[in-house]
């Protein structure tokens, strides 16, 4: 069925940087794609991002261009979000979830979530 | 980017209500509308895909319907473990974009 655990909680100052990995398990790792999504404290669900496992594609949110990176390491099925430049608006959990559609597009939606990774920025 | 607006943005019910949330697309996207529920301190679930496949092992009292730009989610009895924050997703074309969310209380 899979399973995705992610990296422990981080703090960072302003104008770091914090990469959160996400490691699958349970499933042919390029068989599906894995999209990053962040929620605010209090808000909503925000797409960041996402990577194709079986080419290395990616598909990022415009408001993050030039801040963020998304990587896959195929050897221990683990996939990773660098994000750069940390601001305190920043200050969010950061989810990965697994993307069945090949193009990106979660038409299936989004089936597989890890617990999540509670990233604050403050100084 | 497609915006996509949710109502109610909160709603009180009962154990055994029928529960009805709606989420408007700014744009036609077919059928592309997914929906998770999300509870305090977890990652939201999946609980329909395509408008109105219902995710595997998620209860038949769940259920979706709609195309184009108007989409219901619908409980048809509300049970105690549904009360969460339930969100609509739109797959149509990135970037992603999610409905602000309807949180379901207990009356």
């Known amino acids: 069925q899979g399973q995705l655990v992610q990296s422990g909680a981080e703090v960072k100052v302003p104008g770091a940087s914090v990469k959160v990995s996400c490691k699958t398990s349970?499933?042919?790792?390029?068989?599906?794609?894995i999209t990053w999504v962040r929620q605010a404290p209090g808000q909503g669900l925000e797409w960041m991002g996402w990577?194709?496992?079986?080419?290395?594609?990616?598909n990022y949110a415009q408001q993050f261009q030039g801040r963020v990176t998304v990587t896959t390491d195929t050897s221990t099925s683990t996939v990773y979000l660098e994000l750069r430049s940390l601001r305190s608006d920043d200050t969010a959990v950061y989810y990965c979830?697994?993307?069945?559609?090949?193009?990106?597009?979660?038409?299936?939606?989004?089936?597989?979530w890890g617990q999540g990774t509670t990233v604050t920025v403050s100084s | 980017d497609i915006q996509m607006t949710q109502s109610p943005s909160s709603l009180s019910a009962s154990v055994g209500d029928r529960v009805t949330i709606t989420c408007r697309a700014s744009?036609?996207?077919?059928?592309?509308l997914n929906w998770y529920q999300q509870k305090p301190g977890k990652a939201p679930k999946l609980l329909i895909y395509?408008?109105?496949f219902l995710q595997s092992g998620v209860p038949s009292r769940f259920s979706g319907s709609g195309s184009g730009t108007d989409f219901t989610l619908t409980i048809s009895s509300l049970q105690p473990e549904d009360f969460a924050t339930y969100y609509c997703?739109?797959?149509?074309?990135?970037?992603?974009?999610f409905g602000g969310g309807t949180k379901v209380e207990i009356k």
């Open positions: 349970g499933y042919t790792f390029t068989s599906s794609g």
């Open positions: 990577i194709s496992t079986y080419n290395g594609n990616t």
């Open positions: 744009q036609s996207i077919g059928s592309y």
């Open positions: 979830a697994r993307d069945p559609d090949s193009s990106g597009y979660a038409a299936y939606g989004m089936d597989v």
């Open positions: 997703q739109q797959s149509y074309t990135t970037p992603l974009t």
């Open positions: 395509s408008a109105s």
